[in-house]
């Protein structure tokens, strides 16, 4: 069992940056591929990035390439989202999830979701 709780989320302007966190409880955090996915009203939730369990392998959605870098602490649990460059359309809520499998894009494969933070960027 994967208890995931994330935070950092807030309201920037276009232009800026943020940092999200993923608490983990539990000891087999370093057993997971964690993810990142976000969710915009009246839209589905979509693929940001992930990260294989040791954090050497990482996976990234074509429009945060080169905005956003994923990380991991395992002597932390925690899975941080670091957002540069923020645009209007990265307004959703920020997921994080977990899974056994490789840092693959769809949901289905994670097994433990977190409750999510809202990330409001204005123009």
């Known amino acids: 069992q994967v208890q995931l709780v994330e935070s950092g989320g807030g309201l920037v302007q276009a232009g800026g940056s943020l940092r999200l966190s993923c608490a983990a409880s539990g000891r087999t955090f370093r057993s997971y591929s964690m993810a990142w996915f976000r969710q915009a009203p009246g839209k589905e939730r979509e693929f940001v990035s992930a990260?294989?369990?040791?954090?050497?392998?990482?996976n990234y959605a074509d429009s945060e390439k080169g905005r956003f870098t994923i990380a991991r602490d395992n002597a932390r649990n925690t899975l941080y989202l670091k957002m540069n460059s923020l645009k209007p359309e990265d307004t959703a809520v920020y997921y994080c999830?977990?899974?056994?499998?490789?840092?693959?894009?769809?949901?289905?494969?994670?097994?433990?979701w977190g409750q999510g933070t809202q990330v409001t960027v204005s123009s």
């Open positions: 999830a977990a899974g056994l499998n490789y840092p693959v894009a769809t949901p289905r494969f994670y097994e433990y």
């Open positions: 990260i294989g369990w040791s954090g050497g392998a990482t």
